[in-house]
Nanobody, 124 residues
Framework: QVQLVESGGGLVQAGGSLRLSCAAS????????MGWFRQAPGKEREFVAT????????DYTNSVKGRFTISRDTSKNTVYLQMKNLKPEDTAVYYC?????????????????WGQGTQVTVSS
């Protein structure tokens, strides 16, 4: 069982930055591919970013490429999402998730553990 706890959300003006953190309880954290998803009001949850177990490979949804960076610190059992040049359309609840597969994960179905989410609100 892996518990994931997100933090770092908040209210920011357009063009601002936030860094989300996701702390994992498992000692085997390094074995999991990790992902960030988000759900805006009235919309379905969508993929944002993913990072493989070693941290050597990452990928992003097109709308955040060049603005968001996913990273992980195995020594701290934590995955991060650095968000820059935020836009009002980035407003959503952001969730981190853990997958047992070794390759990058784009689909929610491959993730077995989820955090409770953290709210990000970007004002115009």
């Amino acid at each position: 069982q892996v518990q994931l706890v997100e933090s770092g959300g908040g209210l920011v003006q357009a063009g601002g930055s936030l860094r989300l953190s996701c702390a994992a309880s498992a000692r085997t954290f390094s074995r999991y591919t990790m992902g960030w998803f988000r759900q805006a009001p009235g919309k379905e949850r969508e993929f944002v970013a993913t990072i493989n177990w070693s941290g050597g490979t990452t990928d992003y949804t097109n709308s955040v490429k060049g603005r968001f960076t996913i990273s992980r610190d195995t020594s701290k059992n934590t995955v991060y999402l650095q968000m820059k040049n935020l836009k009002p359309e980035d407003t959503a609840v952001y969730y981190c998730a853990a997958s047992r597969q070794s390759e990058l994960g784009y689909l929610q179905e491959v993730y077995v553990y989820w955090g409770q989410g953290t709210q990000v609100t970007v004002s115009s």
